[in-house]
């Protein structure tokens, strides 16, 4: 099962920010695809080989929303089909390529990866406080060399933070705090509730709270295939939830291979918004804490693992695993459920 995707959903392609050059080529769930803006503004993806000598059309030179192969100058437009065959009257037929549904929103690029005419806007996952101007966002793109699901299990859970961020995001308090899941018909839930205690030292410091005790909660949502979304949330012990400090982090993971995965990271803070330099710690802290403590984790996990299937060299299951297993269960039948009967 590990090696198979689901297809018919949407995956993070890149940060909007990353098309500022025109285009963007990235491989995602092993496909080759080329991103570029269109002159209407929408973004269009194709795949990223020339259906004559599989030249990629990246390497290509773009005529406004026409791209033409480096190789033999076949141009095709943005929908993939072949508009121009400069030595050949006739364009035969199968000079096309694929081109992918994509949307724009929450300064993210969404790809459909499965049936085109199945794409449908509203799976794209909520995440508003993106775009809300009460929120300070700052994000980030690491690419890994590890399946996209150990990232996964490594959001889920947070037993790891006292080992892995001790200086950052890492506490105590976190690796024990019970964990309730919840499972909703297209979301899974992930509470922890952690009454004064002292709490992480990024976290804490960033709200005021740097060694001295908190009511905190964690609430986790995993969205099916790979998105996660981290609402963290510190009151004064004994005050209501409602008047602590709140702020949205967003794991969003999609395999570029199976052993290779991009990760898109996001934070969204709704206290000290007009603190720059504090966006420049929580940028500084989260970037060093993914790219130097998490990234080399997980890439020596994948390379113990040897390409076996992660079920197949039976993991040990401990309590604070719960939650990662739920959610691979999960997708694990909505992948079987996709491929239909053997
Ligand atoms: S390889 Fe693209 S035109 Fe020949
Ligand atoms: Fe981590």
Redesign the pocket.
Same mark, same amino acid.
């Given at each position: 099962m590990s090696n198979a995707y689901l297809r018919n959903t949407w995956y993070v392609a890149g940060w909007s920010d990353e098309l500022a050059g025109g285009q963007l080529a990235r491989r995602l769930l092993d496909q080759p695809i080329l991103f570029f803006r269109r002159a209407d503004g929408a973004v269009a993806a194709l795949a990223d080989r020339?259906p @004559?000598?599989?030249?990629p059309l990246r390497m290509g030179k773009r005529h406004g929303d026409v791209i033409e192969?480096a190789? @033999?100058?076949?141009r095709f437009d943005a929908s993939g089909r072949c508009v121009l065959s400069p030595n050949n009257e006739q364009i035969p037929k199968a000079a096309r390529v694929r081109s992918y549904p994509v949307i724009e929103r929450h300064g993210l690029l969404f790809v459909w990866m499965g049936d085109t005419d199945r794409a449908d806007a509203a799976l794209v996952p909520d995440f508003g406080f993106m775009d809300d101007p009460a929120f300070a966002t700052t994000h980030g793109y690491i690419h890994g060399k590890s399946g996209y699901l150990l990232m996964v299990d490594n959001i889920l859970d947070l037993s790891h933070t006292q080992y892995l961020h001790a200086d950052t995001l890492g506490c105590e308090a976190l690796a024990r705090a019970r964990s309730e899941v919840v499972e909703h018909e297209r979301s899974v839930d992930v509470r922890r509730t952690m009454r004064n205690s002292i709490q992480a030292p990024l976290t804490a410091a960033s709200r005021g709270f740097a060694d001295r005790p908190a009511d905190a909660y964690m609430d986790t949502r995993w969205y099916p295939p790979s998105y996660l979304q981290m609402e963290t949330c510190l009151a004064e012990p004994g005050t209501p939830r409602s008047q602590g400090k709140t702020s949205f982090a967003l794991h969003l993971i999609t395999p570029e291979t199976a052993s290779t995965n991009h990760y898109f990271w996001a934070n969204a803070r709704a206290f000290a918004t007009d603190d720059e330099s504090l966006s420049r710690r929580i940028q500084e802290g989260f970037a060093h804490a993914f790219e130097f403590e998490d990234k080399p984790i997980l890439e020596a996990q994948q390379e113990s693992m040897d390409g076996a299937d992660f079920w197949s060299l039976q993991p040990v299951l401990l309590a604070s695993d719960a939650p990662a297993v739920r959610v691979r269960r999960r997708l694990d039948r909505m992948i079987a459920e996709e491929a239909g009967p053997p």
């Open positions: 020339c @004559h000598r599989f030249v192969c190789y @033999h100058g076949l």
